[in-house]
């Protein structure tokens, strides 16, 4: 037999799973959008996302629209905020619980799925004019929790940053993904990191290991490797 069915006589709004993915480009943070192919907001850009399916868990239906949408499975989706505001969707009431991740520019997706019409990297600074429903309020909101993090130094950011980088990765490489993170431009000599006291915290945190004998080679003086090693930052 199938269940029974209680009414309450409560409206119940629709829910959806937004995602906003990060990535770095030549030192530069990006997010991932997909061109909306189908009314309302057909041709402008969107976070991609979804609706959940009766009993599906939020965060199964995240992962699972980020894959339909762009063919990228997330390792990590954290839940940062729900956005509830009357009129975010024109077609009811319509509530989304947005999730972010970070992954490397040798994963990140440019595949376009079901309902979207293209996908594609944009520079956090130079978002498109044409963003659908709400989703600008939503980004902003990302990038400032990323922002508020960093500036933190805790292991809320440290950890999930690592996904923006090589298995095996320099030092300097790290500071570059923090700097992109906090929005510091580090070819502006006046918002330079002071790089000695980032490798003092960056060590003391206790999450990154040197990797014996490898050596990044180019045309300054070798720098040694480091990968990550999951552990507690201490926010020194």
């Known amino acids: 037999m199938s269940s029974p ?23 530069e943070l990006h997010l991932l959008l997909v061109e909306r192919g ?50 975010r969707d024109p077609r009811g009431w319509y509530i989304s619980i947005a999730f972010m991740a970070m992954t490397s520019q040798k994963d990140a997706p440019l595949m376009a799925g079901t309902d979207a019409a293209d996908t594609r990297w944009f520079p956090v ?4 004019d044409n963003l659908a429903f709400d989703h600008a309020e939503i980004i902003a909101h990302a990038l400032n929790e990323l922002r508020i993090r960093a500036d933190r130094f805790d292991e809320t950011i440290l950890g999930p940053m690592f996904a923006l980088l090589p298995e095996e990765f320099t030092l300097t490489q790290l500071q570059e993904a923090f700097d992109a993170i906090r929005g510091v431009n580090s070819a502006d000599t006046r918002y330079e990191s002071d790089r000695r006291n980032f490798r003092k915290r960056i ?25 990550h090693k999951p552990g507690r930052a201490s926010g020194t």
Not at 11 to 17: K, T
Not at 55 to 76: K, Q, S
């Open 5 to 27: 069915r209680y009414t309450d006589g409560y409206a119940r709004p629709s829910i959806a799973a937004d995602i906003v993915l990060f990535t770095l480009i030549n030192g």
């Open 38 to 87: 189908q009314e309302p907001f057909k041709g402008h850009w969107a976070l991609p996302g979804g609706f959940v399916r009766e009993y599906e868990p939020i965060a199964d239906c995240a992962r699972r629209e980020l894959e339909e949408e762009t063919g990228f499975r997330a390792a990590l989706l954290e839940q940062f905020g729900i956005f509830d505001k009357k009129g």
């Open 125 to 128: 600074s130079r978002l498109p």
């Open 203 to 227: 060590l003391a945190a206790g999450i990154v290991e040197p990797v014996a004998g490898a050596m990044l080679r180019g045309k300054h003086r070798p720098a040694q490797l480091y990968r």
